[in-house]
């Protein structure tokens, strides 16, 4: 079955430290993985995504995350976190092969910023 | 490039009525468009899949005669949720794909409150 595993509901970290947010993936084709960040009553804003070739991509906000096949991981990292940086955390996959668009995200991580 | 705008933003409507939500994708033709749902706290759920001048895709467990989705262009796809009832209060995502293309892009979403 097809899905997206995000271990950490809710992480807080204080500002400036780095941060790590963890996506798993469970997908039988070849997968496109997106991070995507959502303010309180806002929609969402894709931050990166991989299709293929270099495996850390890098995004907008100063966030990057690595692409690890053999761990089926994507996990989103950023060195110095801001308070503006609080909010959900969405990983999702998609199917190379559907040419779709179609994704399945994942249960979301809450990103809390200490002052 | 690739925006895609939700209307409206925000509705308040008596139980029993239908609303309807417009989604459009204003600067390229979408032959794909998505929606989702989203419960507060919880992650975003696929509803439907809907291609342009067809009958939409409902993923299990949606009702399809509740949830009316129509896609008669190749820029707007409008989801009517029909005698809305206070459960079906919730935020409400679509997304819109190229032809051929995985990448979807995501509208600003539209909150649903049924009283």
């Known amino acids: 079955a097809q899905s997206v595993t995000q271990p950490d509901i809710h992480i807080t970290v204080s500002e400036g430290a780095s941060l790590e947010l963890r996506c798993n993936y469970s997908?039988?084709?070849?997968?496109?993985l997106f991070w995507y960040v959502q303010s309180p009553g806002q929609g969402l804003q894709l931050l990166l995504k991989?299709?293929?070739?270099?495996?850390l991509v890098q995004g907008i906000k100063g966030f990057e995350a690595e692409f690890k096949r053999s761990q089926s991981s994507f996990n989103l990292r950023k060195p110095s976190v801001h308070w503006s940086d609080a909010a959900e955390y969405f990983c999702?996959?998609?199917?190379?092969?559907?040419?779709?668009?179609?994704?399945?995200f994942g249960q979301g991580t809450t990103l809390q910023v200490k002052p | 490039g690739a925006v895609v705008s939700q209307h409206p933003s925000w509705v308040i409507c008596k139980s029993g009525t239908s609303v309807k939500i417009e989604c459009r994708s204003l600067?390229?033709?979408?032959?794909?468009m998505f929606w989702y749902r989203q419960f507060p706290k919880q992650s975003l759920m696929l509803m439907a899949t809907?291609?342009?001048?067809?009958?939409?895709?409902?993923e299990q467990g949606v009702e399809k005669d509740k949830f009316l989705i129509n896609h008669a262009s190749l820029t707007l796809s409008t989801l009517t949720v029909t005698s809305a009832h206070p459960e079906d209060s919730s935020f409400y995502i679509c997304?819109?794909?190229?032809?051929?293309?995985?990448?979807?892009?995501f509208g600003q979403g539209t909150r649903l409150t049924v009283v």
């Open positions: 991989y299709f293929s070739g270099d495996t």
């Open positions: 997304s819109a794909s190229r032809t051929g293309k995985t990448e979807a892009f």
């Open positions: 997908y039988g084709a070849t997968p496109y």
């Open positions: 809907s291609n342009e001048g067809s009958k939409a895709t409902y």
């Open positions: 999702a996959v998609g199917a190379v092969s559907s040419n779709t668009g179609k994704l399945i």
């Open positions: 600067d390229f033709q979408a032959t794909t």
